[in-house]
């Protein structure tokens, strides 16, 4: 009768002849418990569960998942690398421009680039270079405050509306469809033509004005959509109060398509900004503006192109930069796009 076969490994080294731990698989019923706490065990310690889960296996939430698609996107990448350096010229623009954007000499007038002077002069003798610098702040300023309290306004009226119903909820849509009936440009000519202002706020306040039905409309309807889940009418069953429901519930569900929206709409503000100043409605001088810059210019496109060229090539650049974040944005937080 033939001997049978031993592993080498099996023979454990801790004593004479003792079998050591493992060396013999068990069967039955105890190997399979065993089987299971060991793997147990072993998820336990993994960092990373399987693919939409977090550490230790935890679900991630929409947040997470769109923070995690947003870092691996080039274009959020590149367009928020824009944003970030025209929010920092916007905050210290002497960084990168020492010059003073409201010195000008006459004897200069359209002349090109010289050294030191990359840009060139304008019409009156300014560097063209300082001032598409300085008016970054201008162009940033009314997108950024334009769009927070676009936002903010246009999300409670919307979201209040889209939660209570009835009356109210007629009486937003009717006021909404009035400010959608107004032309942007006309209402801004007839609005801030009377405006004898130099700063930045009158032209904010318009934009915010007609600005808001937008936003308000998608809250709305964000709102309306969020309130019919489940988890908001067992809150409802179990006595949960309005407010709670609104700030617990419904807000971090239906605020994403705000988001979205509001980010790509910001680009659209600084170019309706740069619009209105083109027109001599909106900022005016000495206030410095791409706008202001780009109007002067178009009369000297023949002789002098590189005065249109730089202020109507940066405010490209910054609108196309916000309208890529937006679409990126968007991609993140559309689970349809998954």
């Not at 002077?117 to 598409?132: A, E, K, L, N, W």
Request: glycine share 14%; hydrophobic share 45%; aromatic share 8%.
């Amino acid at each position: 009768m033939p001997e049978p076969d031993f592993d080498e490994g099996a023979i454990s080294a801790t004593g004479a002849g003792g079998i050591g731990q493992g060396a013999i698989a068990p069967t039955g019923t105890g190997a399979a418990m065993d089987l299971a706490i060991s793997e147990g065990a072993t998820l336990e310690k993994t960092p990373g569960g399987p693919e939409g889960t977090g550490p230790a296996g935890k679900p991630r939430s929409l947040w997470g998942d769109a923070w995690r698609d947003l870092r691996r996107n080039p274009v959020f990448i590149v367009s928020g690398l824009i944003i970030l350096f025209l929010v920092v010229i916007s905050l210290w623009p002497s960084l990168i421009a020492s010059g003073n954007p409201l010195k000008c000499d006459l004897s200069k007038a359209q002349l090109g680039s010289r050294p030191g002077h990359p840009f060139g002069y304008d019409g009156q003798g300014c560097d063209v270079y300082t001032r598409t610098v300085y008016g970054a702040r201008a162009s940033v300023t009314v997108g950024v405050c334009t769009t927070l309290g676009v936002a903010l306004f246009g999300s409670v009226l919307g979201g209040l509306a889209g939660f209570f119903g009835g009356g109210w909820d007629a009486l937003l849509s009717r006021i909404t469809d009035i400010f959608f009936g107004i032309p942007v440009v006309l209402g801004g000519l007839v609005f801030l033509s009377v405006v004898t202002s130099t700063t930045v706020w009158p032209v904010i306040g318009f934009m915010i004005l007609l600005g808001w039905p937008q936003i308000a409309r998608i809250a709305r309807g964000s709102v309306i959509t969020a309130k019919q889940n489940d988890y908001v009418q067992a809150a409802r069953a179990l006595g949960a109060s309005n407010s709670r429901m609104l700030l617990r519930h419904i807000t971090p569900n239906a605020v994403a398509p705000v988001i979205v929206v509001a980010t790509i709409a910001l680009g659209t503000y600084i170019s309706l900004e740069a619009t209105l100043s083109y027109l001599g409605v909106g900022l005016k001088p000495p206030s410095v503006s791409w706008g202001i810059d780009i109007s002067a210019a178009s009369q000297y496109i023949r002789n002098a192109p590189h005065m249109l060229l730089w202020p109507a090539g940066a405010l490209a650049v910054t609108v196309l930069a916000f309208i890529m974040l937006g679409d990126a944005v968007r991609d993140a937080l559309d689970p349809k796009l998954r």
